[in-house]
């Protein structure tokens, strides 16, 4: 028995060695485990390695930390957690069914030793290469339901594709017919099939931070369930569409898919959700492309003291494209997965640098604080990024800085990176432009397209430099504008795929209550005498942050579009009202026809299309005027005699404001928010002839 053996204690690991665990049967067919100490080769001037050996590494979700459950592991009781002790006595018998010898594999939890933090550091540093030499990564979603409905559900998948496939079509597409799926044939809502699925489409794994830098690495990927292995590009597609089932109405779907549905919905699945998922598996192919350029780099001199400036000019470049893959496994990895520690938002990406001596670069140490952690290697990813193409991801991380439940201590510019999206967070506008449902096809499941954006505020060359002190950097840009007026922020509300219909009546009057306030005070009432501030055109452009056009149906707003929703909320309003008084009679509230006709125009039609898009863009937000008579929207918290500014090469305007005293002779400012500003996202500001200037960030 594991309980009856002495706790087990690591041996010393060197810097250029790894741990991997086998298991071994007794005569009986009891299970022990084996942990032992192996070279891990490093690259050599080509960036090929020689092989270590063939192992599996395994990546899963840690679970609950509370309890812990003995193995026997080199004749010594090792505590592993319960989601780990489960995978072990599934993997020992995958590892064990071919004829050769049991395969070795390598898991974090046990292959690491977790209360060494000089270990971790260097390990940390060597994940990359572990991952990158294991012959496959086995992705463990739980035990299931037993191998008959574990079968059941995989082969279900294809079946759930084309059903999301459809009632996706319908969302995006007012002239499709709509699906009704009520009479397929499908397992009992009562099933453990739909358990199943739920573990491998709604599971926490997608979500977890080292997740990503453990999928981007490896050569080859399988998922498992149980005992049964299934290829991931699967999920992935059913991923896709799941939106459409979240969606539908559970009556169209039958009571086995509503299993789903409902489930999906109750762990809080939303499009978001759903993309952050899905690119937890497609990261793969971003960074598989790139792994012939990332392979073709000089040998790195050895050494802590190692800096750009010591490096040849080829040295030089990898240390620039090191820093572009941190700062996007950092972009992707920031506001939607998580992690226990929040020190591991850092470390949990530093295997995306090819090179061991970045870190020594970057000069990072375990036993930094939080803020001075996140402070350094944030200020090392926005300084040393290199090429256009990474753009977006600097300027939206910038973003993330200005949103709130931000720790204090940190910079202005530094975003806070254990900060999650919650519903009420604003929607970054480096996000925004062409986006949206392109015609979904086998191949881009949601048909997003992620990386076309329309706002090019500046297209001049980036420039960042770190300043004086460590929580300061110098970004080039051009100041030109100035806030004289703010107005009301935008409703805490969000568009949920679950929600109520009285929530539903609520949402619509309040976001039409707070549009006609806006309208008053900016537009000017009609008869009123007083001019409007600003032309309607700019006001409704602005709205929706100039966002005009949706991929899906060939849809266009204009300004009629914006009547035509005062008109569905002022419906709204009074059917409100009405189902209030009406809802607690004896016989419940009736539809009319015109009530059913009101609510028909809520699901599909030009007016809800500009509200769902006026809501993303507007949220967390507050429009404001400018000085020089300009019109836009930031984070919520701008004031009046904020500075407006555009940085070299920036996607969007952004908001600074100044704080008092300087530093050397350099006035400095803090960063308020990320802005949109009606007719200044696209290079107008060339035309302003205006000059440009270090702009000290606090």
């Known amino acids: 028995m594991s309980r009856d053996l002495p706790p087990f204690k690591y041996s010393q690991l060197s810097s250029d060695q790894i741990r991997l665990l086998t298991p071994q049967f007794d005569d009986a067919g009891n299970l022990s485990w084996q942990l032992e100490s192996v070279q891990l080769p490093t690259c050599d001037g080509d960036g090929e390695t020689e092989t270590l050996c063939d192992y599996d590494a395994l990546s899963y979700t840690w679970g609950a930390q ?55 550091m260097v390990q940390i540093g060597r994940m990359a290469s572990i991952y990158r030499q294991a012959t496959q990564l086995v992705v463990w979603f739980g035990p299931g339901h037993g191998a008959h409905n574990n079968d059941t559900a995989m082969s279900l998948l294809p079946r759930i594709i084309e059903i999301g496939k459809a009632t996706f079509a319908y969302l995006m597409d007012s002239r499709q017919p709509e699906p ?14 739909w358990d199943v699925l739920c573990d491998i489409l ?20 399988v998922g498992l369930v149980g005992d049964r292995a299934f290829d991931l590009d699967t999920v992935e597609t059913a991923l896709g569409f799941m939106l459409g089932i979240l969606a539908n109405q559970a009556q169209k779907l039958g009571p086995g898919l509503d299993v789903l549905r409902r489930e999906g919905l109750r762990r809080g699945f939303d499009f978001l959700r759903l993309l952050d998922n899905m690119s937890t598996i497609s990261i793969r192919g971003y960074f598989h492309r790139s792994r012939d350029i990332e392979f073709q780099q000089t040998s790195v001199p050895q050494g802590p003291s190692s800096t750009t400036s010591d490096c040849s000019p080829s040295l030089q470049v990898s240390i620039l494209e090191d820093a572009d893959h941190l700062l996007h496994a950092l972009h992707l990895t920031t506001m939607s997965h998580h992690c226990f520690d929040p020190r591991d938002r850092v470390f949990g990406v530093l295997g995306f640098a090819k090179h061991t001596s970045q870190v020594d670069e970057i000069g990072l140490h375990h036993n930094m604080d939080l803020a001075e952690l996140y402070t350094v290697f944030v200020s090392y990813v926005f300084v040393h990024s290199g090429r256009p193409s990474f753009r977006k991801f600097l300027w939206e991380l910038l973003s993330y800085a200005c949103l709130p439940k931000k720790a204090v201590t940190l910079p202005s510019w530094c975003p806070d990176l254990q900060v999650q999206r919650e519903p ?38 980036v ?31 969000k568009y949920r795929l679950d929600i109520h219909l009285t929530e539903y009546f609520q949402m619509h009057a309040t976001i039409g209550e707070w549009e006609k306030s806006v309208a008053d005070k900016v537009l000017g009432t ?56 009406l809802a607690d009679s004896d016989g419940g509230y ?52 904020d500075v407006v500014c555009i940085f ?17 002779g350099n006035a400095m400012h803090i960063l308020v928010a990320q802005a949109y500003i009606h007719g200044m996202m696209n290079g107008e500001l060339q035309e302003l002839g205006l000059e440009r200037e270090d702009i000290h960030l606090v």
């Not at 009704?180 to 099939?193: E, R, T």
């Not at 002190?469 to 030109?480: A, H």
Request: negative net charge; charged residues 25%.
């Open 424 to 461: 009420s967070t604003p929607f970054s506008l480096t996000l925004l432009g062409k986006r949206g449902f392109s015609k979904a096809n086998e191949n881009n499941a949601l048909g997003f397209t992620s990386h076309d954006y329309i706002y090019t505020a500046d297209t001049e060359e």
């Open 66 to 120: 509370d309890q812990t459950f003995p193995i026997n592991c080199n004749g010594q009781a090792l505590g592993v957690h319960k989601n780990l002790n489960s995978a072990l006595q599934f993997l020992a018998r995958r590892l064990r069914q071919a004829d050769s010898p049991p395969r070795p594999i390598w898991i974090d939890a046990i292959c690491i030793n977790q209360h060494d933090g000089n270990e971790k």
């Open 526 to 581: 009609p008869g009123d005498g007083k001019s409007a501030r600003v032309s309607l055109d700019t006001y409704w452009h602005t709205l929706v942050g100039n966002v005009t056009t949706l991929a899906a149906g060939d849809l266009e707003f204009t300004y009629e579009t914006l009547y035509a929703l005062r008109d569905f909320q002022d419906r709204m309003t009074r059917l409100k009202t009405k189902f209030e008084e």
């Open 202 to 221: 709604f599971n926490d794994w997608y979500s977890r931070l080292w997740v990503v830098q453990e999928v981007a690495m490896a050569r080859s990927t």
């Open 463 to 493: 420039d960042i430099r770190q300043g004086s002190s460590q929580n300061e950097i110098v970004v080039k840009g051009t100041l030109f504008d100035v806030v004289t007026d703010v107005y009301p922020a935008f409703p805490d509300i």
């Open 648 to 664: 070299n090469g920036a996607v969007t305007p952004n908001v600074l404001r100044k704080v008092r005293g300087e530093c050397q």
């Open 590 to 641: 009736k539809f009319t026809e015109e009530d059913k006709e009101t609510l028909a125009l809520g699901r599909r039609s030009p007016a809800m299309s500009f509200s769902r898009n006026m809501c993303e863009v507007q949220l967390g937000g507050q429009l404001f005027s400018t000085s020089a008579g300009r019109f836009g929207f930031g984070n919520v918290g701008v004031r009046k005699g």
């Open 180 to 193: 009704d799926f009520s009479y397929a044939s499908m397992p009992d809502a009562s099933s453990p099939v």
